[in-house]
């Protein structure tokens, strides 16, 4: 993203305070900015038809407006348009899976964190939770790995 969005002063629009997981080295990414833009995540993610749905990039685009890339586990790919002031619905559209995917995959609860089908690929999992602990998802980074039933735990 460039610049944290334009959030009015309703506190019905502010996002929560959320608790960042301490994430790989690597974590320059969409993901840090979701604290700013969460209400928007979250609106996209209850918009898409075929939950679970799952952020794999967010960035403003020249309009200003927050696009927000998701992946269903039915294989459907959708792009998302958000109001940054949260003024009104978001907007879906189909799009292309790109051939290989942004990340990390942002995925809301109560739904599980991904499972790699690809044995050669793991996950790392880290919990995002608002200033209470209630966590709100799971954030999952893909790593190459050759046991993915001990590296696709979920970090606390």
């Known amino acids: 993203m460039t610049g944290p969005p334009d959030i009015t002063e309703s506190p019905d629009r502010l996002p929560p305070a959320l608790i960042m997981p301490d994430r790989p080295a690597m974590a320059h990414d969409w993901s840090n900015d979701l604290p700013l833009i969460y209400n928007q995540v979250a609106g996209c993610l209850n918009a898409d038809p ?7 990039a967010a960035r403003t685009n020249k309009d200003g407006q927050i696009e927000i890339e998701m ?3 039915r294989g459907t790919y959708m792009r998302c348009l958000a109001d940054p002031a949260g003024k009104s619905k978001p907007v879906l559209f189909r799009a292309d899976m790109p051939a290989t995917l942004p990340g990390p995959a942002y ?18 999992h880290y919990p995002v939770s608002d200033k209470t602990g209630w966590q709100l998802g799971w954030l999952s980074y893909a790593k190459a790995g050759t046991d993915c039933d001990k590296a696709a735990v979920a970090r606390p």
Do not use: F, L
């Not at 075929?50 to 794999?56: E, N, T, Y």
């Not at 995925?107 to 790392?124: F, I, L, Q, R």
């Open 50 to 56: 075929s939950p679970p749905a799952r952020v794999v």
């Open 107 to 124: 995925t809301p609860t109560p739904y599980p964190p991904p499972k790699s089908t690809d044995p050669a690929v793991c996950y790392e």
């Open 71 to 73: 992946m269903g586990d």
